[in-house]
């Protein structure tokens, strides 16, 4: 499902970083007295009362400003404004209700989107709680006071925010079609890609890296089978971004990953793996989804009959943490490959949905430990009582143990592998849930 995206806007030096920072539980954003010093998106993963969402903080918006970072940041909040689900518009009491706050107001107002009005800065109630009142001026409706560096009444906030969530996600996508999210950096292929497997130009494609800034999904048949593709925007390095707007193409690259079955990890064949492929590629890992490592432009290599080999060699070593996912050498162009890759596709989305039965687990596990045994530490040795599969997509197993502290990261691997050599597993990352269990208990 896909997290709702809640941005904190407002003018600058209101308090959105430290607010961002505060809500992040961690400081990402860069904190200055001085106006604009946040320049550029940052996101996190937030969660409160176990609803979990995407925070984004923004620089300082200044409506009539004509100078180009402040003109870049206003265009970046309102990309922002428009990627969010529910949007925290932050004021300062300390200086009441400003023009800039008047333009501000009006841009979220326009956005149709919930407003959850903040008053930050109110350290001391009894002293401002006057002051509190000139924001209800903005017309949006009661202002929640806060004090985001102590912090006070964050977690009535929260609540506010949370109540503009949905009470349930609701895939809009046909059930029975495969999902998929094309995901790489800018001008890799992804949309020549699309336009490849779908015969025409119903995505643009351009050799300007950036083209696609929005994720774009379209319904295709082959075989028989539904698919929606996810086509996104391309994801770069920070340094060499020059708008701000193109930034907020990573919480969009985040959310079609989220909300996506199976992760094509698109690369350059001429450029090889970059640090910034493995970066996209771990946030594919890490969201549990199925993955295909697709090396793009694969007829534009010199080659012989070792340079396929050696590429994937690269790649296994390079993405160590992801040997599960299959590599497919493509060319868009041509569309070299193509009708294969989606043969893979349908088979990591089997494997995705598989479920093994408890004893079928456990005979597996039984002969693991039998050719290996569990590891002890002082003289204690590692029991793994039983195993049971919770949940697909990714496939999710539950480990009952007498101590999870001796369950080292190594024999859980090697668990793991056990289990990739008995049931395939292919294309799909395993999550395993450790608990401790008493002896007495089994």
Known sequence: MNKPVVAVVGRPNVGKSTLFNRLAKAKISIIDDTPGVTRDRIYADAEWLNKKFTLVDTGGIEPDSNDVILSQMRKQAEVAIDTADVIIFLVDVKTGVVDSDMHVANMVRKSQKPVVLVVNKVDDMAKYHMGIYEFYSLGLGEPIPVSASQPLNLGDMLDEVCAHFPEEYVEIEDEDAIKVAIVGKPNVGKSSLVNKILGEDRVIVSDIAGTTRESVDTEVVIDGQKYVLIDTAGVRKRKKVKEDIEKYSVIRTISAIERADIVLILIDANEGITEQDTKIAGMAHEAGKGSIIVVNKWDAIEKNDKTMNQFTKELVNTLAYMKYAPCAFISALTGQRINKLFDTIKIIAQNQTLRISTGVLNDVLIEAMGQ??????????????????????????????????????????????????????????????????GAKDV
């Open 372 to 437: 290996n045994q569990p590891p002890s530490d002082k003289g204690k040795a590692l029991k793994i009582y039983y195993m049971t599969q919770v949940s697909i997509k990714p496939p999710t197993f539950i480990l009952f143990v007498n101590d999870k502290n001796l369950l080292h990261f190594s024999y859980q691997r090697y668990i793991e592998n056990q289990m990739r050599e008995a049931f395939g597993f292919k294309g799909t990352p395993i999550h395993f849930i450790v608990r401790e269990k």
